[in-house]
């Protein structure tokens, strides 16, 4: 009857009762054999469902059911068959979603793969990193289809066909407006180009000829004719220089300027300070350090088994648990450092009749079990590890049997009992080449140990050498971490009864993404990212949306939750409670790196009300709910506090996640985060932004432990991939303090130095850094005479779809002064060139008649460094740049002007200044001034005047100082005669006074008491040889010209009366010029 039913242990208790009654061995052996063959099919179905191999475990169930064995024996076989099964569908339909990349059907099936166990972690990490970027590009692309604008919509397009590509069904609108934006670009440029020639604005023509080129980026056509033909810009800026010549001599300038000088009023400077000469430049290392204590670190995947021991091989039950304890022994040496073996539960005793007793001597069915579970990490595989313990086999029975475990070896024991697949072999599973020597006589030595241990253990009779690790290990199952819950306990000793909100923010490396409370995403609230298809999104939100935007937020409902709040559990008679929070570990987004638990009273705002509160981390997957970490704050709150951050869940570069217990007490709460991200701010997170806030605090203690005033500037903040901040600084050194570079090197030098350093950081990152997170490399000391000038603004506001951005560009100039005189004028076209005589007719202030290339009065010190626009911003910026140690030294002031060609100055708007130098880089001498114009038509702005001072350095260096006018004007690029009008008169009321030559043509009379003008410049003339008498008139008359000297002859000592001029032989170039200009 027992062989019917196909049970092996109830043919098994048959077989024991007929040898209680004293039936013949030779009548049994049949029952026997097939007990044997139904004990050993069943022992194969378990190892094959512990190794999750679906055909060997489906042979192994068919294989039973032809013995006999019943179905309902091979229940728990079947079902793991089922699931492993299902398994396999969810990988092969995330296989195929991912080939698709339709991001709501992934997203659908990375739920259904995770959900069912999928153990392909490439496969799931690939369906994640796709689902974000699927989402990211989707949503730039919506974004560049709503602001039409030309190369955001190029950029974003090309990026939508990057692998992975969005979709066809989803790109085919956005190349549709693509190509009509490529067509609106081609009509405005050519219709612009044709519209300045029309009207000779040159200016505008070279605008629109980079244009071009911009707009050829995004694969712009534009026929070659409408623009390789340039000549009429340079016809038309010849006629505009001599109409201004025409226009000096019928309007008589010189009383006109004159007249400009006694109305104008000097505007007052908004800002004054020094601008350096030298500094010394240093830089840093600060490492990560993540805030509070750890307390665990969360495993990979997790196998758990069952240690069963019969007490019927052993005299007492001693000896079984001795042999428990030797399994988890062996399973420790098996796994090696880095994971950890966990008992989950105490030893059971399992009884099967009443006649066990405890002492184990008269038991004959009694069992030991224990519960165990293998936190996998780094190293290995959960399949590896569930094959290695239940294997026979020769390695496994050598380690059984030894003490030692390869005492010499790095490799770890488990990698000489498994054969992982090559494919899929992690690196640290390898051995190493440089190790095998080792490795072999480690393990020869290891296997003779082993030999004599048997030997002797034969001799002494024991039955040892038929028994391995895998006679004592059942019920294997290996599982990824899938799901924890962190519950959080409190007491409420007094008063009526209140409870506690848990919340979770969750953030990346530069901002925070979503925080989920029982209320569930509260991203749309305060204005955070979210996770896109990670995080829900109001119900009551997609009502009000319609069309395309409507389609794009129905798009991201497929979503996939990480993080959810479970239901409370009060008992406000022991007045206890606990809040439980869920995270999907294996459903986290890869741009998930930190989750900070945070709880505060629902009702009320005083968290010291409550007392023993607890975080408790819980693997819900496991069958007694296994406690994988335990946070208990020892300490009560004080009145005044409203939240505690507990908990933090973080990820490092070993992809692992890890707790930490924080334990820090606030103000905020659940009514308002807003309060609470500034908490978790202070604790350093994000990351990054904690990071870059240490930057201040550090520069203020070098200021003070070099006891200047002035603030040391940062130069280059960078952050690694490992989140470690790299800083630069930089002391700038006046002229006066140049003397005192070698005592502040000594301080950055010193002992001391670093130390001040480390006791900033522990004070300014909660006390989370120290001197060991800190590295120091040597100060240098350098020169900063290279600065830049750069400004920035932003295009008018936009009018109209068809809003044309060609007009909106600024141009940048540098008026050079020597004196009350114009010396030199330089912007995007170079040097200018400035005349004192005209027709005969000498100004000692200078003639501006447009661009004379015939030399630079500056010796090539001041230079237009260009420009760039970001259409896609509608930003702009130019720079021009001032090699200060080569200015001639006649120069006493440079003006600095933005004007705009065809606009009022004032529709522009964030108009921006700031100095840098162009020796180190990122190093800003100055801050961002912001510059807004005083008048609402004028075209320019005056932003800044330098200044060189009378006074000179023991080097004899010269001191230039930095002042912010943020004067509007008159005047563009095209005609600097308005504002050039405008620094006359600032120059006549700032500096001193010098006879103004009035108009004098013709010869000297001679008269006796009268100074000659001439006499007033006093400079080395030269003969122009070759020029004829009207090229003569024309540069001048009689008088000789004013040099516009070489960068070495600008450099030599001014004469006596300051004046700085010198005189150079003139180019046959410039003769040729001179004579077409005439």
């Known amino acids: 009857h027992a062989s019917r039913q196909g049970d092996p242990e109830v043919l098994r ?74 398994r396999i569908k969810t990988e092969q339909e995330l296989s195929d979603a991912v080939r698709m990349r339709k991001m709501e059907v992934i997203a659908a099936a990375t739920k259904s793969a995770c959900d069912a166990g999928v153990h392909d972690h490439p496969l799931i990490s690939k369906a994640h990193g796709l689902i974000e970027t699927l989402y990211m590009k989707r949503s730039k692309v919506h974004e560049a289809t709503e602001r039409a604008e030309l190369h955001l919509m190029h950029e974003t397009m090309q990026l939508a066909v990057e692998p992975p590509p969005l979709p066809e069904s989803e790109s085919s609108y956005g190349f549709a407006r693509l190509r009509a934006l490529r067509k609106k670009e081609q009509i405005q440029v050519v219709s612009g180009l044709r519209a300045a020639q029309e009207a000779k604005d040159f200016r505008t023509g070279l605008v629109l000829l980079d244009r071009i080129q911009y707009a050829k980026r995004a694969d712009v056509e534009v026929d070659p004719q409408y623009y390789s033909n340039t000549e009429w810009m340079t016809i038309a800026e010849r006629d505009q220089q001599e109409q201004f010549e025409k226009d000096i001599l019928d309007d008589k300038p010189a009383s006109r300027m004159l007249a400009a000088v006694d109305k104008a009023n000097p505007p007052d400077p908004l800002a004054c300070f020094m601008l350096p000469n030298s500094t010394i430049v240093g830089s840093m290392k600060v490492l990560f350090e993540p805030a509070g204590q750890q307390i665990c670190i969360l495993p990979r995947e997790v196998v758990e088994a069952t240690l069963v021991v019969k007490l019927q091989d052993f005299s007492s039950a ?65 399949l590896e590890v569930a094959e290695a313990i239940c294997r026979r086999g020769r390695v496994g029975a050598d380690l059984w049997q030894s003490v030692r475990m390869l005492p010499n070896s790095k490799t770890g024991p488990l990698e000489l009992c498994t054969r992982p697949d090559t494919l899929s072999e992690n690196c640290s599973m390898q051995l190493r080449r440089e190790e095998a020597d080792d490795v072999s006589s480690a393990l020869s030595s290891e296997l003779a140990d082993s030999l004599v241990n048997i030997a002797m253990d034969q001799a002494q009779g024991w039955k040892l050498n038929c028994r391995q690790l895998a006679d004592y290990t059942r019920s294997i199952r290996s599982r990824i971490l899938r799901t924890i819950h962190l519950e959080f306990h409190w007491s409420y000793p007094k008063g009526i009864f209140d409870s506690l909100d848990a919340s979770c923010i969750m953030c990346n490396e530069e901002k925070v993404l979503d925080i989920i409370d029982g209320h569930g995403s509260q991203a749309m609230k305060y204005a955070v990212p979210g996770l896109g298809p990670y995080s829900p999104r109001p119900s009551s939100h997609n009502k009000s949306l319609k069309g395309r935007d409507r389609e794009h937020h129905d798009a991201s409902k497929a979503m996939i939750l990480p993080v959810s709040c479970r239901d409370e559990i009060s008992d406000p008679t022991l007045r206890k409670g606990k809040q439980t929070m869920e995270i999907r570990v294996d459903l986290l987004p890869p741009s998930v790196s930190d989750l900070l638990f945070v709880i505060s009273p629902t009702n009320s705002r005083d968290l010291s009300k409550f007392t023993n509160l607890r975080s408790v981390v819980v693997d819900a997957d496991s069958e007694g709910s296994e406690i994988l970490a335990d946070n208990e704050v020892n300490y009560q709150a004080k009145f005044g506090d409203e939240c505690a951050v507990l908990i933090s869940i973080y990820r490092l570069e070993d992809e692992l996640w890890h707790v930490n217990k924080i334990n820090s007490f606030g103000h905020g709460s659940h009514r308002d985060y807003r309060t609470v991200m500034k908490k978790i701010l202070e604790l350093g997170y994000p990351r990054h932004p904690a990071m870059r806030n240490l930057v201040p605090p550090v520069l203020d203690r070098i200021q003070e432990e070099l006891n200047i005033s002035h603030p040391v500037k940062e130069t280059r903040v960078h952050l690694t991939e490992k989140h470690a901040l790299e800083m630069g600084y930089a002391v700038e050194l006046s002229a006066n303090q140049k003397a005192m570079t070698t005592e502040f090197l000594q301080i950055l030098a010193s002992h001391a130095f670093p130390q001040a350093i480390s006791e900033t950081l522990w004070l300014s990152s909660a006390r989370r850094m120290d001197q060991k997170q800190l590295s120091i490399n040597e100060a240098i000391f350098g020169d900063a005479w290279r600065l830049r000038f750069e400004f920035g603004w932003t295009f008018p506001p936009e009018q109209e779809e068809e809003d044309d951005p060609t007009p909106f560009f600024l141009d940048a100039a540098c008026v050079i002064f020597e004196g009350q005189a114009l010396r030199e004028l330089v912007d995007y076209r170079g040097a200018h060139g400035v005349r004192w005589v005209m027709n005969g007719v000498l100004d000692y202030r200078g003639y501006w008649v447009g661009q004379i290339p015939i030399g630079d009065a500056t010796g090539g010190a001041v230079k237009h460094v260009g420009g760039d626009f970001n259409y896609t911003a509608r930003e702009g910026k130019t720079s021009m740049e001032v090699q200060f140690n080569e200015i001639p030294l006649g120069v006493t002031d440079m003006f600095f002007v933005l004007s705009s060609h065809s606009l009022p100055i004032s529709p522009f708007s964030d108009i921006t200044m700031q100095v840098k130098d162009s020796t180190h880089k990122d190093h800003n001498i100055s801050d961002v001034f912001e510059l807004t114009p005083s008048t609402e038509k004028d075209t320019a702005l005056i932003a800044c005047r330098c200044s060189r001072s009378m006074e000179r350095t023991q080097w004899g260096e010269g001191i230039w100082n930095l002042e912010m006018l943020s004067s509007s004007s008159g005047g563009q690029a095209m005609d600097y005669r308005p504002v050039l009008q405008t620094l006359y008169a600032i120059q006549a009321s700032t500096q001193k006074s010098r006879q103004v030559q009035w108009p004098y043509k013709g010869g000297f009379n001679g008269s006796k008491g009268r100074e000659d003008p001439r006499s007033l410049i006093r400079d080395n003339t030269v003969r122009l040889d070759g020029v004829s008498s009207a090229d003569a008139v024309m540069l001048g008359g009689g008088l000789h010209l004013p040099s516009i000297g070489s960068k070495s002859s600008a450099r030599r000592k001014d004469s006596e009366d300051g004046t700085g001029t010198r005189s150079v032989p003139l180019t046959a170039r410039g003769v040729d010029m001179a004579r077409q200009m005439s």
């Open 318 to 382: 001693r000896e079984g648990e001795a042999i428990l304890q030797q399994c988890l022994g062996v399973i420790r040496r098996l796994i090696g450092e880095g994971e950890e073996v966990r008992c989950l539960r105490d030893v059971d005793l399992v009884t099967l009749d009443a006649e066990t007793e405890m002492d184990g001597v008269n038991s004959r069915r009694a069992t030991l079990q224990l519960p165990i579970a293998i936190y996998i990490r780094r190293n290995h595989r959960g």
């Open 13 to 86: 208790e048959c077989i024991e009762k007929c040898e209680e009654l004293g039936i013949k061995v030779v009548e049994l052996l049949e029952a026997r054999v097939l007990y044997r063959d139904w004990e050993a099919a069943c022992e194969k179905v378990d190892l094959e469902a512990s190794l999750e191999r679906v055909e060997h475990l489906r042979q192994a169930l068919r294989d039973a059911k032809d013995l006999g064995v019943n179905a309902f024996v091979l229940t728990k076989g079947t079902e793991n068959l089922r699931h492993l099964e299902q």
